[in-house]
Nanobody, 121 residues
Framework: QVQLVESGGGLVQAGGSLRLSCAAS????????MGWYRQAPGKQRDLVAT???????NYADSVKGRFSISRDNAKNTVYLHMNSLKPEDTAVYYC???????????????WGQGTQVTVSS
């Protein structure tokens, strides 16, 4: 089993910044890809960014140039640095862990509980 716990969400004004963190525990040794997804009310859960254990990254077009994903493999922790936040970034952000090898592909089976990010105008 793998457990994921997100933190760092909150309320921020447009143009501001937040850093989200996700710590993995349990049987996390074989996790290769970690990522962030988000879901706004009434919307589907969409990719934000993914990162491999080797540091390769992939971003949704809507966040390129504004968000940055990183990870600390020794700590089994992934981060999402969010800059120049917009009201349309408002969503619940979920951490995901995947034992698969694909940087671009379906999410893995392990999800965190989510952390709310609200961006005001």
């Amino acid at each position: 089993q793998v457990q994921l716990v997100e933190s760092g969400g909150g309320l921020v004004q447009a143009g501001g910044s937040l850093r989200l963190s996700c710590a993995a525990s349990g049987n996390s040794f074989s996790i290769h890809v970690m990522g962030w997804y988000r879901q706004a009310p009434g919307k589907q859960r969409d990719l934000v960014a993914t990162i491999t254990s080797g540091g390769s990254t992939n971003y949704a077009d809507s966040v390129k140039g504004r968000f940055s994903i990183s990870r600390d493999n020794a700590k089994n922790t992934v981060y999402l640095h969010m800059n120049s936040l917009k009201p349309e970034d408002t969503a619940v952000y979920y951490c995901n862990a995947n034992r698969g090898q694909l940087l671009i592909g379906p999410p893995g089976d392990y999800w965190g509980q989510g952390t709310q990010v609200t961006v005001s105008s």
